[in-house]
């Protein structure tokens, strides 16, 4: 990839954020704690980040966030749209290794590292930067934001690591298929 | 899945101004609330908020649904706050005068209704400020003015992809999850953990892949016809900025040092 954006990458970026967007009112409750959902658009910004790298997984992060909050909640909630794109820059940084389009995404060995890059980028993200930029901004109490970090945490590490993981084996399968013709017998 | 915020064409002078004036103004006006916990000035945000709102003669039915859930959501996160932590307006504002006692040794303090006051007026200046900018703004306008000022178009480009596909997506969502329910798949709780998450996978498969082979296509076409080979390009809906954009400009820059400056200039963003 040279220093401008390949067409693919700015078309992926654009509907990424749609789908992304989209995806926000999506969620699975958790049932256990209250107030608390799985939030499937999650897999979705893993999955793309992991496909298209880290400036296409930051921006869908980003501007996904900041325009679902916007269209669907009416207010937006910078101290957590920022988290996101950390998500999303985290996980793309090590799009080469998944190499989910190669169809490389199938060892066990890759799918257990794209869960330890995905937990990190989580843990960066819900636990140091969100409670820190809630802290900040509303002044919120230390107890009650790093409770919703380390849940937020815990969900969305949930949701990737089942949905995310089957979503990129389950494409890694499909896309990295040979497409020559094979001799019959 | 009517209750998202849409652009509507009218023709006020807000609809007038550019794109970029308005979210120059937007991201100003964020940043203004975000470092702010005086009285006044978030007081005077929320008033000049709901001025523009009535100016941009934005319709009560177009915001009602999304304003009723922005308002669940903040009671939910206030009530969460005094759960969390009953005496942080004490330990803001270094006083402590009680009110009411509830129960043990929970007390409801002034600070902490001053407080959980002002955590109110600092979502509700915002809540407005988006109506009006997500109402007033046309996309493809927004993305022209977004490369005059500067942004790289390809960026600007897919910010436009973005907002012009999200209907589509939308559609498809709809349709497959229509589709789904109609085989017999269950999103709501009653379903196990497990269960939901495999019904929710039934749906964000199909939408996944489908916006995969999106992706290629609008790809391929924007290839075809030669996207990105030049440094340049033109916009059909691009309109030059005018005298109110600039007023607009002038404003939102005062008011943010004024607003920072009533902040600050005793020490400390709460007291005053």
Same mark, same amino acid.
Request: with cysteine.
């Given at each position: 990839?040279?220093?401008?954006?390949?067409?693919?990458?700015?078309?992926?970026?654009?509907?990424?954020?749609?789908?992304?967007?989209?995806?926000?009112?999506?969620?699975?409750?958790?049932?256990?704690?209250?107030?608390?959902?799985?939030?499937?658009?999650?897999?979705?910004?893993?999955?793309?980040? #992991?496909?298209?790298?880290?400036?296409?997984?930051?921006?869908?992060?980003?501007?996904?966030?900041?325009?679902?909050?916007?269209?669907?909640?009416?207010?937006?909630?910078?101290?957590?749209?920022?988290?996101? #794109?950390?998500?999303?820059?985290? $996980?793309?940084?090590?799009?080469? !290794?998944?190499?989910?389009?190669?169809?490389?995404?199938?060892?066990? !060995?890759?799918?257990?590292?794209?869960?330890?890059?995905?937990?990190?980028?989580? #843990?960066?993200?819900?636990?140091?930067?969100?409670?820190?930029?809630?802290?900040?901004?509303?002044?919120?109490?230390?107890?009650?934001?790093?409770?919703?970090?380390?849940? #937020?945490?815990?969900?969305?590490? $949930?949701? $990737?690591?089942?949905?995310?993981?089957?979503?990129?084996?389950?494409?890694?399968?499909?896309?990295?298929?040979?497409?020559?013709?094979? !001799?019959?017998? | 899945?009517?209750?998202?915020?849409?652009?509507?064409?009218?023709?006020? *002078?807000?609809?007038?101004?550019?794109?970029?004036?308005?979210?120059?103004?937007?991201?100003? *006006?964020?940043?203004?609330?975000?470092?702010?916990?005086?009285? /006044?000035?978030?007081?005077?945000?929320?008033?000049?908020?709901? %001025?523009?709102?009535?100016?941009?003669?934005? &319709?009560?039915?177009?915001?009602?649904?999304?304003?009723?859930?922005?308002?669940?959501?903040?009671?939910?996160?206030?009530?969460?706050?005094?759960?969390?932590?009953?005496?942080?307006?004490? &330990?803001?504002? =270094?006083?402590?005068?009680?009110?009411?006692?509830?129960?043990?040794?929970?007390?409801?303090?002034?600070?902490?209704?001053?407080?959980?006051?002002?955590?109110?007026?600092?979502?509700?200046?915002?809540?407005?400020?988006?109506? %009006?900018?997500? %109402?007033?703004?046309?996309?493809?306008?927004?993305?022209?003015?977004?490369?005059? @000022?500067?942004?790289?178009?390809?960026?600007?480009?897919?910010?436009?992809?973005?907002?012009?596909?999200?209907?589509?997506?939308?559609?498809?969502?709809? /349709?497959?999850?229509?589709?789904?329910?109609?085989?017999?798949?269950?999103?709501?709780?009653?379903?196990?953990?497990?269960? /939901?998450?495999?019904?929710?996978?039934?749906?964000?498969?199909?939408?996944?892949?489908?916006?995969?082979?999106?992706?290629?296509?609008?790809?391929?076409?924007?290839?075809?016809?030669?996207? =990105?080979?030049?440094?340049?390009?033109?916009?059909?809906?691009?309109?030059?900025? =005018?005298?109110?954009?600039? @007023?607009?400009?002038?404003?939102?820059?005062?008011?943010?040092?004024?607003?920072? %400056?009533?902040?600050?200039?005793?020490?400390? /963003?709460?007291?005053?």
């Amino acid at each position: 990839m040279d220093k401008k954006l390949c067409i693919r990458e700015v078309v992926a970026m654009g509907i990424g954020t749609a789908l992304f967007t989209v995806l926000t009112t999506v969620q699975v409750p958790l049932g256990f704690v209250p107030n608390t959902a799985l939030q499937p658009r999650m897999a979705v910004l893993a999955f793309m980040s #992991a496909v298209f790298g880290p400036i296409v997984g930051g921006v869908i992060g980003l501007l996904g966030h900041a325009l679902g909050d916007a269209l669907f909640y009416g207010s937006v909630w910078w101290s957590w749209v920022f988290p996101e #794109a950390v998500v999303g820059v985290g $996980i793309g940084l090590f799009a080469r !290794k998944y190499a989910i389009k190669e169809g490389g995404f199938v060892s066990t !060995k890759t799918i257990v590292f794209f869960n330890v890059v995905q937990a990190v980028a989580n #843990a960066i993200a819900w636990i140091v930067v969100a409670p820190v930029l809630d802290i900040l901004v509303y002044a919120e109490p230390a107890n009650k934001v790093f409770a919703q970090g380390f849940f #937020a945490w815990l969900g969305n590490v $949930i949701i $990737i690591g089942i949905l995310g993981t089957i979503l990129a084996v389950a494409y890694s399968k499909v896309a990295g298929q040979s497409r020559d013709l094979k !001799k019959e017998d | 899945m009517t209750r998202m915020i849409s652009y509507e064409a009218r023709d006020t *002078w807000i609809h007038r101004l550019t794109g970029f004036t308005k979210l120059m103004f937007f991201i100003i *006006w964020c940043i203004v609330s975000a470092l702010t916990f005086d009285t /006044r000035v978030l007081v005077t945000m929320v008033a000049i908020s709901a %001025v523009i709102f009535a100016m941009s003669r934005t &319709e009560w039915k177009q915001i009602s649904a999304v304003f009723k859930l922005l308002m669940l959501f903040m009671t939910l996160n206030l009530f969460f706050i005094f759960v969390f932590a009953p005496y942080q307006g004490c &330990e803001i504002y =270094g006083t402590r005068t009680d009110i009411l006692h509830l129960f043990g040794d929970v007390y409801l303090t002034k600070e902490q209704l001053f407080y959980e006051f002002n955590v109110l007026l600092k979502y509700l200046n915002i809540a407005p400020a988006i109506f %009006v900018f997500l %109402v007033t703004t046309d996309p493809s306008e927004f993305a022209a003015s977004l490369n005059k @000022a500067g942004v790289p178009y390809t960026f600007a480009y897919s910010f436009a992809i973005a907002l012009r596909y999200i209907p589509d997506v939308q559609d498809d969502f709809t /349709r497959i999850r229509n589709a789904q329910e109609a085989r017999g798949i269950e999103m709501s709780s009653k379903a196990s953990l497990p269960a /939901r998450i495999k019904n929710v996978a039934a749906i964000i498969f199909p939408l996944l892949f489908s916006t995969m082979d999106r992706i290629d296509v609008v790809s391929n076409a924007m290839e075809l016809r030669g996207f =990105g080979k030049k440094n340049k390009r033109t916009w059909y809906s691009y309109r030059r900025p =005018g005298k109110s954009d600039a @007023a607009v400009m002038i404003f939102a820059v005062l008011f943010a040092v004024a607003a920072l %400056v009533l902040t600050y200039y005793d020490g400390s /963003r709460f007291l005053f």
